[in-house]
């Protein structure tokens, strides 16, 4: 099983700050990596799919990059609704697994 | 508009059976894979299972083999998750999604399954 580690478990930021988060795979996964925000009492929402492509209605504040091992979500200009939790998840090898989240909180 | 609508989750005892379902509407269900997942209270992701567009192929995370079945049904629409067998580590909320990790990817709002006795 390809294990997912994230970094940091939280960030601690104001509005406007840049915010880099980073996911990193047991094993490569290649490009098949992707980035979900989620909230409070929500569904997660898919930000980024095979690791740099923005998902349909997501802000171009947002970007992946990154291809193998090592990937990173940034978010340019951090927004107030966009302070939640954050997972990676690869789709490279089955079992199919998440990272156990980065939540970014208002500092 | 695109909706997944789950259904069936509620309060069983450890050893217990439920079966959970997925309506889906405003697209057209069978060009899609999908999948169920879940998140424990106050954890993280899980993906539990997924089938392909006709349910031909199916995939299980180790820790449900031989106790959860997922199923389709293309002609209502629907997805299924037959869980037996149920332990207390199922507690969870069960996501329905459509094409993970792809453009075309969406989520239900989820159902809470409880395993206690």
């Known amino acids: 099983e390809i294990v997912l580690t994230q970094s940091p478990a939280t960030l601690s930021l104001s509005p406007g700050e840049r915010a880099t988060l980073s996911c990193r795979a047991s094993q490569s996964v290649s490009s098949y990596l992707a980035w979900y925000q989620q909230k409070p009492g929500q569904a997660p929402r898919l930000l980024i799919y095979d690791a740099s492509n923005r998902a349909t209605g997501i802000p171009a504040r947002f970007s992946g990059s990154g291809s193998g091992t090592d990937f990173t979500l940034t978010i340019s200009s951090l927004e107030p609704e966009d302070f939640a939790l954050y997972y990676c998840h690869q789709h490279s090898n089955w079992p199919h697994t998440f990272g156990g989240g980065t939540k970014v909180e208002i500092k | 508009e695109v909706q997944l609508v789950e259904s069936g989750g509620g309060l069983v005892q450890p050893g217990g059976s439920l079966r959970l379902s997925c309506a889906a509407s405003?697209?057209?269900?069978?060009?899609?894979?999908m999948s169920w997942l879940r998140q424990a209270p106050g954890k993280g992701l899980e993906w539990v299972a997924h089938t392909n567009q006709d349910g031909s192929q199916k995939y299980y995370v180790d820790s449900v083999k031989g106790r959860f079945t997922i199923s389709r049904d293309n002609a209502k629409n629907s997805l299924y998750l037959q869980m037996n067998s149920l332990r207390a580590d199922d507690t969870a909320v069960y996501y329905c999604?459509?094409?993970?990790?792809?453009?075309?990817?969406?989520w239900g709002q989820g159902t809470l399954v409880t395993v206690s006795s």
């Open positions: 999604a459509r094409a993970m990790a792809s453009n075309s990817n969406y």
């Open positions: 405003g697209f057209t269900f069978s060009s899609h894979w």
